[in-house]
């Protein structure tokens, strides 16, 4: 099994910034690609960044040009840089972490970034 931990989150003001953290124990030799996914009250959840074990990053279209996903491959670890917020990127954001061998997610519990003056 595999444990994500994120921190990080919080309430900011338009055009603030806020950097998420994610760490991942437990058998953390299974986890191939890491990332970040957001979900918005009334709304499914949706990928923010991801960055596989090779290192290829991917944005959703949303966030390109503000957010920038970075990460720890041998300790696992994930971070988000998030510049410029918007209200609309209010959520609640997951960690997320893929087991290469089995094809299993594994979540996060979740940390709350409200962007509001």
């Known amino acids: 099994q595999v444990q994500l931990v994120e921190s990080g989150g919080g309430l900011v003001q338009p055009g603030g910034s806020l950097r998420l953290s994610c760490i991942a124990s437990g058998r953390i030799s299974s986890i191939g690609d890491m990332g970040w996914y957001r979900q918005a009250p009334g709304s499914q959840r949706e990928l923010v960044a991801r960055i596989t074990s090779g290192g290829a990053i991917n944005y959703a279209d949303a966030v390109k040009g503000r957010f920038t996903i970075s990460g720890d491959n041998a300790k696992r670890t994930v971070y988000l840089q998030m510049n410029s917020l918007k209200p609309e990127d209010t959520a609640v954001y997951y960690c997320?972490?893929?087991?290469?061998?089995?094809?299993?997610?594994?979540w996060g519990q979740g940390t709350q970034v409200t962007v509001s003056s």
């Open positions: 997320n972490a893929l087991n290469k061998y089995i094809r299993a997610n594994y």
